[in-house]
């Protein structure tokens, strides 16, 4: 096929756009593009779909249950879903055993249930934030040698950080060994 105009743009919501409207679409190394291919989350419980690959749960139904779909939109602006064949896509983890019980306190890890669950504020201590006055004379940011590390609190050894620095749950490795054993002096 001869294509005389075309527009080269490597911006994907910029190509679904021109399909839309109608022109040739090329990519950078001058092939034809037919169809623009997006992803997209499906809730497989209430089969709401959402554009917004952020979520975690479902706007809609509320469950931990969406999952992403490859999306193709045609040159006549339709979209096609294409669908897994692989019956572990739909995984049962966490269906099979029952919720641990939750627990209470400020260091607790309780499994996120629901989107709008409350969690704990992981901040620091009143006394480990004064060791660190921002207004003291001789503070320097992060810099200065005699600055105090604080290394016996609890929320030291569970690397809590203050809220300007980034609060909240860091995900770990799940699959980093852990010491089983420390060794007494």
Known sequence: KDVRVGCVTTDFAMQNVLL?????????????????????????GCFKTTSDMNRVFCSHCGNKT????????????????????????????????????????KYAINPHLTEDQRFPQLRLSRKARQKTDVFAPDYVAGISPFAENDISSRSATLQVRDSTLGAGRRRLNPNASRKKFVKKR
């Not at 034809?32 to 497989?44: D, F, G, K, M, V």
């Not at 669908?83 to 049962?92: D, E, I």
Request: glycine share 10%.
């Open 20 to 44: 839309q409207m109608g022109p040739h679409v090329l990519a950078v190394n001058g092939m034809l593009i037919r169809e623009a291919r997006s992803y997209i989350l499906r809730c497989h």
């Open 66 to 105: 969406l999952k992403k779909v490859s999306v193709t939109v045609s040159d006549d602006g339709t979209l096609h879903m294409h669908f897994s064949r692989n019956p572990k896509v739909l995984n049962p983890r966490g269906l099979r055993y029952s919720l641990p019980t939750p627990k209470g306190g």
